[in-house]
């Protein structure tokens, strides 16, 4: 069967592969891919090496020499050996409602409650229509990136 990705490292790719393998701090998943990568360049020998082959090499499935191959040929010589950049989720809360919500803490509790609890206070931010519905763990790790109390009579 004919390779339908072939994979021909520059000398300057085949030398970043070959110090990520020589360094050894690489993330597992970023060395795995390097010596894929150098075991696959058809390069220095002339000749393909199949996927079974190179995957008898690395210890992995064919199939993971075969993707690595693919997003070498499509993506590029970075994306196949680190991936793709996994961006983290926008934040929930802009810096002026986590303001209001942090303010809102630090006044005194409503009426037959001893201090601010966080259901109570994701509750009444939400009543108060300042920010959309938000849940109590949202409401703890934004209080717990200041110094605030809750409305405690002692801060310790």
């Known amino acids: ?3 339908q990705y072939h994979v021909s490292l520059t000398p300057e790719q085949r030398a970043d592969a070959t110090a990520v393998l020589r360094r050894g701090k690489a993330a597992a998943l970023t060395a795995r891919h390097a010596r894929i990568l150098l075991e696959a360049d058809a390069a220095p ?4 090496r199949s996927d079974r082959q190179v995957a008898e090499l690395c210890g992995v499935s064919v199939r993971t020499v075969a993707r690595v191959r ?5 993506d590029g010589f970075a994306v196949a050996l680190h991936g793709r950049p996994h961006p983290g989720s926008a934040p929930k809360l802009d810096s002026a409602q986590e303001a ?3 303010a809102l803490a630090c006044t005194a509790p409503p009426e037959g409650h001893a201090r601010w609890s966080v259901r109570l206070l994701a509750a009444r931010v939400v009543e108060l229509a300042e920010v959309p519905p938000i849940s109590r763990e949202l409401v703890r790790t934004t209080l717990k990136k200041t110094a605030s109390s809750r409305g405690g009579a002692s801060a310790g």
């Open 1 to 3: 069967m004919r390779k």
């Open 45 to 48: 020998r002339r000749r393909v």
């Open 70 to 74: 693919e997003r070498f040929a499509r």
């Open 100 to 102: 209001r919500l942090i």
